[in-house]
């Protein structure tokens, strides 16, 4: 994936590395890559759903002829114009469609049937390499409170996608379905690129060097035991926390920091980093479905039950993680997005996904799902909440705005009647809109 790209400086997080499928993608990755060098017009382009309208030198040309979202389903076309406005196609698909039917796909015992073939073939087409993007665009000039925060912030953004890197490859490990293992590698891939990415826009937009930047050590104190945890625990519960980590990065933190620096180099990294993010969410959404499929909780329930000492260690990995995870939302995701986006709408957005998912019907019996609800519904409770909210917030490793309930009566009847495929493609309208 990196062929042809320069070498780039950037150091791990402490405890942490790249994995080896972050640097050796599956063999069919190689014959699949597109000629980067292949001569096309910017102009008069599909752009991809949300996409910002960026000037014909920011990214290369074969990535303009590339690339659609790739996601689940349908795709919002949309043409950048020679002089650099947007015009929509009238055959636009709505923004947030309305289902009404009850589709097979949502109904409990409904086995999941993504094509993971052609899922597969997206992932290695839409592969690129951050010297696609012009890094030789001038940084704009901050003001001093605002270059330090934009700084910061992309250097723990490549502390962030070091640690989705190593999730997705925990979740390459423990699958046992060859497409979904290669998927998962070039997973890995992206995300050790992301990590690149941010470090490099971290680096380009410290232009006054008002001080020396390190990962937020709250990160830095949580990665391990979540680490820990996630190699410990079943697969359902690894990709929970993955599709809840990729929600809150994508609906809220990445495109609100993007809005935040408002300059062009921003916009053309993360428009790229969303077109592989969708594809992740999509698999993410795919998974949970797999998860909490009827055959997968009958596997469940025939696994044997863990050994005393086991079970101890899982629950003092439990308890670690959820200590450490409060400050490290505050510090890492909420504090920043009360900066870059005040009005915290996206960031509520992001936790009425997570809160709706979780309350979907075959997600909701499954017994980390009911643990997740049960504390979320004592911390809303009158008398309960008054008397260990604090306690309560630590067991859900979340704050005040997260632990409430976000969503509306009829919003969850919706969410329910939808299906998992739809539940993603409106994470996604949500993320670009």
Known sequence: ???????????????????????????????????????????????????????????SPRLMSSGDFATTSEYRRTIASPDGTCATSSSDFPTRPSYRALPRRAQ???????????????????????????????????????EEAVVQYFKDMAGIELLAMSLFDVQRKKTEDPTLNKIFSTFVADEKRHSEVAQRLSDHYNVNHYRTYSES?????????????VEKASPEIANAYITAGELILDVALLRSLDDYVADEMSHAAMHLINRDESRHIAIDFHMTEVYTSDEHLA??????????????EGVR??????????????????????????????????????????RKQNVARTPWSQFMIGVQNAYNHPVLGKVFGPVLLRALGAEDRAARILFTQDELVRAQRMSFEQLADEALAAKLS
């Open 217 to 229: 050590a709250s990160l830095t104190a949580f990665r391990p035991h979540f680490l820990a945890l």
């Open 299 to 312: 596997s469940m329930r025939a696994r044997p039950w863990p050994a005393p000492r086991d079970l101890l």
């Open 1 to 59: 994936m990196m062929t042809g790209s320069a070498p780039v400086t950037y150091s791990a997080a402490p405890g942490s590395h790249a994995p080896e499928s972050a640097s050796k993608l599956p063999p069919i990755m190689a014959p699949s890559m597109p000629n980067r060098h292949t001569p096309t017009m910017r102009e008069n382009r599909p752009r991809p759903i949300g996409a910002p309208c960026l000037s014909r030198n920011t990214i």
């Open 108 to 146: 409990p015992g409904y086995s999941p049937d993504m094509d993971l073939a052609r899922m597969l073939e997206k992932c290695v087409r839409d592969q690129w390499s951050i010297d696609d993007l012009d890094w030789s665009l001038p940084p704009p000039q901050l003001p001093r409170d605002k």
């Open 317 to 358: 990995a439990l308890v670690t993680m959820m200590w450490h995870a409060k400050p490290f939302l505050q510090q890492v995701f909420i504090a920043p997005m009360d900066r870059t986006d005040p009005s915290g709408k996206r960031l509520q957005e992001a936790f009425k996904r997570i809160q709706l998912v979780l």
